[in-house]
């Protein structure tokens, strides 16, 4: 593990493989439950309450103390970000950041914002909703991460995400399709996920504050397949999902491996569709004709088209 302070990166092994980056490109999210120390979550609490002080590693170029101070008691306490065992124990948790880097390639540049969606409890669930500034696409230029510093059961109301729901905005189930899928778990859980995924707050009955910290961290290098390769793994019998979500997934994947241009559907049963029952690989792998999948739809996300179909690098 590196950690370069001037330039705000970190470097390290990757930690996934094929089939965990596909996990990624199809389900939305990756979950680490309680991978943060005990200390490290405790003071993280303290810190969040008020009742820690405050120890900057460094002071960022044109700030002041006050700054530092002002950012502290907003919503946004982006200066926990400054502190030392905050950077070592939540920011470069290993398994977490292996993960990171692995989807993200060489030098990681490190959150520079942070929110805090701490609430106090009981409260009914939030909303199902995208970020305001969800954008959707192939590209994956940076991951976003939720980390709970206390224990978070589902009576606590930790955040849910439904699975696969952030390639193109859509409606939530509000009767519940099977694939909302909650963060509950112990004191430094992390759950790193598509900025795009459909959340909201769940609902809590018990009585306490449920703390916890949203940021993102930032691709720097070129998409390239330079994470853990296995030499069984077959890019035609790998699972991007069901029909309607794997063609989506399957084009982050061609991107992130630095193929996303050349990336072609040709529909029905060819790649990347896959049936355990076919008697072979399927058609269509790695095909040079074919189809851009659609990921602008309406465009309700006011973003403009790329400049050429098939333009995402
Ligand atoms: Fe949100």
Redesign the pocket.
């Known amino acids: 593990m590196t950690y370069d302070q001037g330039a705000w990166q970190f470097d390290c092994e990757p930690t996934l493989d094929d089939d965990q980056v596909i996990q990624f490109c199809r389900d939305g999210y990756l979950t680490f439950p309680g991978v943060v120390d005990a200390e490290v979550n405790q003071r993280a609490c303290e810190w969040l309450d008020g009742s820690a002080t405050a120890e900057p590693s460094f002071v960022p170029a044109g700030m002041s103390q006050a700054d530092l101070e002002r950012i502290r008691a907003t919503h946004e306490p982006s200066t926990i970000l400054l502190e030392n065992w905050f950077i070592r124990g939540v920011l470069l948790e290993s398994a977490v950041a292996g993960a990171v880097r692995s989807l993200l390639g060489a030098g990681v540049g490190l959150p520079v914002l942070v929110s805090d ?1 701490s609430v106090d409890c009981p409260a009914p669930a ?1 909303e199902w ?3 305001a500034d969800a954008v959707f696409g192939p590209e994956l230029r940076f991951v976003e991460a939720f980390y709970f510093p206390q224990d978070t059961p589902p009576e606590l109301g930790p955040t849910e995400v439904l699975t696969s729901s952030h390639y193109e905005r859509r409606r939530a189930d509000p009767e519940g399709d099977g694939t909302a899928v909650t963060s509950a778990g112990p004191a430094g859980t992390i759950v790193v996920h598509h900025q795009t995924i459909q ?3 769940g609902a809590s009955s018990a009585a306490g504050r449920r703390r916890m910290l ?1 940021y993102s961290y930032w691709r720097s290098a070129p998409p390239q397949r330079d994470w853990i390769q296995r030499a069984d793994f077959d890019p035609r019998r790998a699972d991007y999902g069901v029909y309607s979500v794997a063609r989506y997934a399957a084009h982050i994947y061609a991107w992130l491996c630095g193929r996303g241009d050349d990336y072609r559907l040709v529909g029905g049963q060819g790649w990347p569709a896959y049936d355990i029952d076919q008697a072979g690989p399927a058609y269509g792998y790695a095909s040079a004709a074919g189809y851009v999948p659609d990921w602008r739809k309406d465009n309700d996300d006011d973003y403009a088209q790329p400049t050429r179909v098939g333009d995402y690098r």
């Open positions: 969606h939030g909703h995208y970020d959340h909201r707050k949203k």
